[in-house]
């Protein structure tokens, strides 16, 4: 069974090739992969660290992280090659669709003051960016069961290597980029009589 995502998709990628002017659909960019990951950086309780943040990105992403390592000493943040230093997961397929459409449609809102995501946070191959503060907006974590704050990165993955027509693929699948606001322009007689 298809997700509502992926249907979605797949009914706006004629206009999208339209908008986008491609000469073919298969030019049309899609959504390959999302990678979520999670750098834990105090060096005191790491080890209680890494497990927490297994256990909370599992919740989100409803699949188990793999740990990563340090690929290289760092004498002034007291780390050592090999060490434990944060979590990823890579999600595809329906689990991907379905994070996706979470993270949009109830993560997202629940963020204080929220106006939108920065639209420019493109990698200049076609790559979304998103930085989450606290691991709170996502309803799957209990407050009260939170230890310690956790951000992380979510990276959006497309087909294709041009940010514009990437961030168009994005905000049809419900992205909710930040728009611009016309400010009012002052009048001059205004000033003058000021």
């Known amino acids: 069974m298809e997700h509502i995502l992926q249907t979605l998709y797949k009914e706006k990628r004629n206009e999208l090739k339209t908008q986008l002017g491609l000469a073919n659909i298969h030019e049309v960019p899609q959504l390959k992969k999302i990678v979520v990951n999670c750098a834990v950086g105090s060096q005191s309780e790491r080890k209680q660290a890494i497990e927490d943040a297994?256990?909370?990105?599992?919740?989100?992403?409803?699949?188990?992280?793999?740990?990563?390592?340090?690929?290289?000493?760092?004498?002034?943040?007291?780390?050592?090659?090999?060490?434990?230093?944060?979590?990823?997961?890579?999600?595809?397929?329906?689990?991907?669709?379905?994070?996706?459409?979470?993270?949009?449609?109830?993560?997202?809102?629940?963020?204080?003051?929220?106006?939108?995501?920065?639209?420019?946070?493109?990698?200049?191959?076609?790559?979304?960016?998103?930085?989450?503060?606290?691991?709170?907006?996502?309803?799957?974590?209990?407050?009260d069961k939170i230890k310690r704050p956790l951000g992380f990165d979510i990276t959006f993955v497309t087909s294709t290597n041009n940010d514009d027509h990437a961030r168009e693929m994005l905000r049809v699948l419900g992205m909710p980029f930040r728009t611009r606001t016309a400010q009012p322009k002052k009048e001059e007689g205004a000033e003058a009589a000021a």
């Open 54 to 143: 297994v256990n909370e990105v599992a919740l989100i992403t409803g699949q188990k992280p793999v740990i990563t390592k340090s690929k290289k000493a760092i004498a002034n943040f007291k780390l050592r090659e090999g060490e434990n230093v944060g979590v990823k997961v890579t999600l595809r397929g329906g689990k991907m669709y379905d994070f996706m459409m979470r993270l949009v449609r109830t993560a997202i809102p629940r963020i204080r003051d929220f106006r939108g995501v920065a639209p420019r946070a493109f990698d200049g191959r076609g790559n979304y960016t998103l930085g989450v503060a606290e691991q709170s907006i996502f309803p799957e974590i209990e407050l």
